[in-house]
C-alpha cells in the first residue's frame, strides 16, 4: 500500500515513520510513505496557506489553493489515484470496521488541515472522505493520520508478527479483549488465575470469552448492544 500524508508538518510524523511498526512495514515493503509539505504548493512568496475568514471571526482558515494544488500534484506522482481522506472533527468517526474498509485500498492520502479549518471549498470539492478520529479538538490533522495510518498498516498482511493477533483482539468481534497476564504467577500478591496455568485449552478459551463478555457490557455497553443486534440481522440457520 502507499500512503501519501500532506501536513505543514511534516517533522511531527518523521519520528513515527521511523520507528517500531512503521519502520518495519516500510523496510518490508509493506507500506511506501510519502510525506508532503503544503506549504510548498502555496504561491505566495512567503509560503503562505492560510487568511483570515471573510465575515470576521477568530483564527484562521487554510486557504483553498495551496491545498488544491498539493492534492493534485501529489495524485499525479503515483497511480492508481488515491482514496482521499480530509482529517477534520467534523467527519465520519474512525472505527476499527473503516480501518478494515481502508486497509483493502491500494493507495490512501490523508490531508492534514492545522489552524481554526480548511475553507469550505476543500471540503466540498476534494472528493475526499471526512474522518475525525473522536469528539474532541487537536490541534490539527497530524495525530489524527497517524492514528488511522497505525491502524491500518498493521492490518497488512506481513505487519504483524504473529497474524493471529489481529484476529483476537478488541474490537474484532465487537467485543473489548480478555485480560492477559504474563510471568511472574504472583506480582505484589496479585495472582494469575488458576484456569490460566492449568493447561486445559477449551477451559482457557471459555474463561476468556466470559471475561471479554463481562468486561464489554460493564464498560462498552454500546458495543455489545451493537454486537446483540447485528447477531439478530444473521439468517437463522
Ligand atoms: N483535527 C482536529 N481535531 C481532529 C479530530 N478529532 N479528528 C480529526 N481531525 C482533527
Known amino acids: 500500500m502507499r ?4 501536513t505543514l508538518f511534516p517533522g511531527i510524523l518523521r519520528g513515527f515513520l521511523d520507528e517500531s511498526i512503521m519502520r518495519l512495514a516500510r523496510e518490508k515493503g509493506i507500506a511506501e510513505v510519502h510525506l508532503w509539505d503544503i506549504r510548498d504548493y502555496s504561491d505566495d512568496r512567503h509560503r503562505k496557506v492560510d487568511d483570515r475568514p471573510y465575515g470576521g471571526g477568530p483564527g484562521m482558515v487554510m486557504m483553498p ?4 494544488a498539493a492534492v493534485e500534484a501529489v495524485d499525479a506522482a503515483a497511480a492508481p489515484p488515491a482514496r482521499k481522506l480530509l482529517l477534520t472533527p467534523q467527519g465520519r468517526v474512525f472505527s476499527q470496521p473503516l480501518a478494515r474498509e481502508l486497509a483493502r485500498e491500494p493507495r490512501l492520502m490523508l490531508i492534514c488541515g492545522r489552524y481554526e ?18 469528539d474532541y479538538v487537536l490541534a490539527g490533522g497530524e495525530v489524527p493520520a497517524m492514528a488511522i495510518t497505525e491502524a491500518v498498516v498493521r492490518l497488512l498482511p506481513g505487519a504483524l508478527g ?14 473489548l479483549d480478555y485480560p492477559q497476564y504474563t510471568r511472574p504467577p504472583v506480582f505484589r500478591g496479585m495472582a494469575v488465575p488458576d484456569v490460566l496455568l492449568c493447561g486445559d485449552h477449551a477451559r482457557v478459551r471459555q474463561w476468556r470469552a466470559e471475561r471479554a463478555r463481562e468486561r464489554t457490557l460493564a464498560r462498552r455497553p454500546d458495543l455489545a448492544a451493537a454486537a446483540a443486534a447485528a447477531a439478530a440481522q444473521q439468517p437463522k440457520p
Open 65 to 68: 489553493g495551496p491545498v488544491f
Open 3 to 6: 500512503i501519501d500524508i500532506l
Open 117 to 134: 479549518g480548511f475553507d469550505e471549498r476543500i471540503h466540498t470539492g476534494l472528493g475526499a472522505d471526512e474522518v475525525s478520529i473522536g
Open 162 to 175: 504473529d497474524p493471529e493477533s489481529a484476529a483476537l483482539e478488541s474490537f474484532e468481534d465487537g467485543s
